[in-house]
């Protein structure tokens, strides 16, 4: 904790380390109410750095001893966080012995305690807390570990790599040594040592190389571990047929641990999860924990390569490894899914996340100038607009030559920690593209706008757009823009140079005019397909083109799309309306659209469940000048029952058309019917009657799902009704037992839109089943209230000041955490002014909050500007 001003860091200050270390070879004796860890390293004086004295970083480490090249020695300087060996030899032997304290460890980084024994977290700066180092990226090494533990306590002994050699020691304990042959970033090390069982298979690599695969998660949890294990190996094939990468491990493990403050680690065959990317079984986890287990368990083996062979050179280039794995697992997960919706729900989580990121306080470039707390900078920026990135490169160049530069990217700098801009230049040499200009993505922080408008000239058959973008303070992006004509039948318009009957724009100019040729009829433009660049696309389209676009655009992102904003224009009237004292009026058309939704096949119901599901408040909010978010949401769902009114025949048929064929399978297909057949029962208890709620009791009773029970209980749980109550408390009766379906349960009750919202979760801060040194626990109770647009900004500030004090109450025991829960403050300047006055004096009661950590306090201060 500190109450100092906490230091900025920069890109531009940037310098090689001074010294490199070739080896590391640790030690780790676990006792029990400490651990010693023994650190043996093989210095050298990095010959490109003038600098006269090594310095090491630490934090909470009790220092025993220092020795060079075998020598005791106390010629050091020890700081609060820093150990400094001045007059050091070029090229010697360093021996570090620290007593570390895991046990008390409540911030969950380096080296911790859960309930079934020792776990690690290292990236981005925890290995500094379990031995004195030279922390960053750029210092890769060899590592060697041996572990000693209670046998009986600690049976299972982990570490990265492969197994060397084990045996037993004196009073019942036993040792283990593992060994990495690759060198590595100090921020991949990991050790496990716990009492664990195991799922063990194995997976032969194309090459005819067998790795062996174990699965490691708390005893009696083994019956949730298949779906994981069968994610991993598909994911071994995926990236071997996609982008030609094995396995380069004779061993790759992944640990499920129920403290965790991220998804899930990395760290080089050793992968550390938290249990909700690995635990699933049909009744206890929906087709959403399905796809996300896939999706998180790619990600991980993904970085293999991403990001472990080739690593970021400093942390401002993690959307290096981050980005460019997020548009991996992306390509995995629609290979594997359903492609028709993955680019949805991208898109949707892109606008829900990183858009109001990007324009609010903690905007910042995909690659950022400077930092204070590196850990408030795994954002959705780093993550989910890097990839867009990466993705608008392989739009830009096509998959072919996307192929090439990612072999040349790793022909170039296998083993290496680089930068953005070495990754473009594999990009750019690979496929002769000049992607000087393109770099500028790197550089903005900020959502760009594209406008669009497009004359049509009968007489010459031809179409004129004409595409602008607002500059930002780095000047003109290339912007690809995937473009299609739809004609009046509803098929799209060949025209020259179109591929499939569409074409990439690149727009690199503050305005461009592109010319079609020889276009009979007047077109409807269908813009920025597939979501091509992450901007915000304006075209006057009216109503009528929107419809158009709807019934007969040949991308489903744009069909989905042309609904979105339909849905989303007359949501943004109606809360005008209802801001005014009027009663909204919904345009009949729109019931003729969702009529046909609901008349969907099988095959594409999932997408049905996408176009049916109208835009989020928080995402129309950022739309909105000033936001009221009580006509906001009464706008929302006024129009959902209007909807259900009028549609109700036809949502009772298909909700009953759609009930289980048979035994539940997560295959997407039978996902796509049972997301169609949710978001229809959320319809018709829009009517709240007291059928419906039977209805959605009678399925949440007889369920033989996660998936079809927490629908019916996220439905009922949006009301006060006796049907809620019973069965809120029947979930918890039977899954208390389960941590990852308690976290469902105090979910539901967060996000719940009944008024009493606050009071309810208030009193679940003190429920057994709540625990505010677990971050799943956190994230499922106080982040999604954060995330409870209309609750969270009551008019009162109660929801402000209850956020306010838990993240005070959280900083002292895990500032990661705080911190990501005060992200939820970032866009309190769009409301009202009495709004702004309750969340502005919320913000300084944390911020003057005494000890408070630079976690927060750098969220904070920004928030305050």
């Known amino acids: 904790m500190t109450t100092s001003t906490p230091k900025t860091i920069y890109l531009a200050d940037y310098t ?58 106390d010629r050091y300087t020890l700081g609060e966080n820093t150990l400094v060996l001045s007059h050091v030899p070029d090229v010697f032997r360093l021996s570090t012995v620290v007593r570390i304290r895991p046990d008390l460890n409540t911030r969950l980084s380096g080296l911790y305690r859960s309930a079934n024994g020792y776990f690690t977290q290292c990236e981005a700066e925890g290995f500094r807390r379990i031995s004195w180092f030279t922390d960053r990226p750029d210092v890769m090494s060899r590592y060697s570990v041996t572990l000693h ?4 306590l600690l049976p299972c002994l982990l570490s990265n790599g492969n197994p060397v050699a084990s045996g037993v020691e004196a009073a019942g304990r036993h040792w283990a040594s593992w060994q990495d042959p690759h060198p590595k970033p100090c921020y991949l090390f990991a050790v496990v040592a716990a009492k664990l069982d195991v799922l063990r298979d194995s997976y032969r690599t194309t090459s005819g190389r067998e790795v062996q695969l174990g699965i490691y998660v708390e005893p009696g949890r083994l019956d949730q571990c298949d779906h994981a294990m069968a994610a991993l190996k598909k994911s071994m094939h995926w990236d071997e047929q996609t982008y030609g990468l094995e396995c ?3 061993h790759y493990m992944i640990v499920a641990v129920g403290d965790f403050n991220m998804g899930a680690m990395e760290n080089k065959g050793l992968n550390i999860f938290n249990t909700k990317y690995v635990l699933a079984r049909a009744d206890i986890a929906t087709d959403l924990d399905f796809e996300n287990i896939d999706r998180v368990v790619a990600h991980e083996y993904f970085h293999n390569w991403t990001g472990n062979r080739v690593t970021c050179r400093d942390w401002f280039q993690l959307s290096l490894k981050e980005g460019l794995t997020v548009f991996r697992d992306q390509e995995f997960g629609a290979d594997v899914h359903n492609r028709q919706v993955a680019r949805i729900h991208e898109v949707r989580g ?93 550089q903005q922080s900020g959502t760009p706008h594209v406008k669009a408008s497009g004359v049509y000239d009968p007489a010459a058959q031809r179409y004129v757009l004409t595409l602008a973008q607002s500059a930002g303070v780095c000047g003109n992006l290339l912007i690809p823009v995937t473009v299609a004509l739809i004609g009046p039948d509803g098929l799209p318009l060949p025209f020259e140079g179109s591929i499939d009957s569409q074409c990439v724009l690149s727009l690199s100019e503050s305005s ?72 909204p009026v919904w345009p009949e058309r729109l019931v003729a659209i969702v009529s046909g939704m609901l008349a969907c096949s099988d095959e594409t119901a999932a997408f049905a469940a996408e176009i049916l599901s109208l835009p989020g408040e928080a995402t129309l909010a950022e739309q909105l000048e000033v936001v009221d978010p009580d006509a906001l949401h009464a706008a929302r769902n006024s129009l959902r029952r209007y909807l259900a009114c009028q549609l109700e025949a036809e949502f009772r048929a298909c909700y009953e058309r759609l009930a289980p064929l048979g035994a539940y399978a997560p295959d997407s297909t039978s996902a796509g019917r049972r997301a169609l ?66 976290d469902k349960w105090l979910q539901v009750q967060a996000a719940s839109r009944c008024a009493e919202t606050l009071a309810r979760v208030e009193a679940l801060t003190r429920h057994p089943a709540f625990e505010l040194r677990n971050p799943n626990k956190v994230y499922a109770l106080l982040r999604a209230f954060g995330g409870n647009h209309v609750r969270f900004h009551a008019a009162d500030g109660s929801g402000y000041r209850f956020l306010a004090a838990q993240i005070c109450a959280l900083d002292a025991i895990n500032p ?37 950590s630079r976690d927060v306090l750098e969220i904070v201060a920004r928030a305050l500007g």
């Open 248 to 250: 380069d491990l004779d």
């Open 816 to 852: 990661q955490v705080a911190s990501r829960l005060a992200r939820c403050f970032d866009r309190w300047r769009k409301f009202d002014a009495a709004r702004q006055a309750h969340a502005r004096a919320a913000l300084n009661m944390i911020h003057d909050h005494a000890g408070l």
């Open 149 to 152: 533990a209670d046998q009986a």
């Open 350 to 442: 892109l606008r829900a996340g990183q858009f109001p990121e990007d324009a609010g306080p903690m905007a910042h470039p995909v690659r950022p100038a400077s930092y204070i707390e590196i850990n408030n900078f795994y954002t959705a920026t780093i993550y989910n607009k890097g990839a867009e990135v990466v993705r608008m490169i392989q739009t830009l160049i096509g998959r072919a030559a996307f192929r090439r530069g990612m072999d040349l990217y790793f022909e170039r700098h296998d083993g290496q920690a680089v930068t953005c801009d070495e990754f473009v230049a594999a990009m750019a040499d690979a496929s002769g593209h000049d992607l000087t200009q393109f770099m500028r993505w790197y």
């Open 512 to 583: 461009q005019q592109f010319t079609f040729e020889n276009i009979a009829v007047p077109p409807i433009p269908s813009l920025l397909r597939d979501f091509s660049a992450p901007v915000v696309l304006e075209f006057d389209y009216s109503d009528e083109a929107l419809a158009h676009l709807l019934a007969h655009d040949t991308d489903p992102f744009n069909r989905w799309e042309a609904g979105q904003r339909l849905a989303g224009r007359l949501i943004l009237q109606a809360t005008e309306a209802i801001s005014a004292g009027l009663e």
């Open 16 to 73: 090689p380390p001074a010294f490199l270390i070739d080896t590391v070879d640790v030690d780790i004796n676990f006792q029990p109410d400490y651990a010693e860890v023994t650190a043996h390293l093989a210095v050298r004086r990095n010959p490109a750095v003038a600098a006269a004295s090594l310095v090491l970083d630490g934090e909470e480490l009790e220092l025993l001893s220092v020795s060079i090249d075998g020598v005791v020695t």
């Open 677 to 742: 057949r949710t978001v229809c029962l959320g319809y018709l208890c829009e009517i709240d009657t007291v059928s419906y709620r039977a209805a959605a009791l009678q399925q949440f009773e007889h369920a033989d799902n996660m998936t079809d029970q927490f629908a019916a209980l996220a439905v009922l749980a949006q009301g006060s009704s006796d049907e809620s109550r019973l069965a809120l408390a029947e979930f918890y009766r039977r899954w208390h037992d389960e941590p990852l379906v308690v």
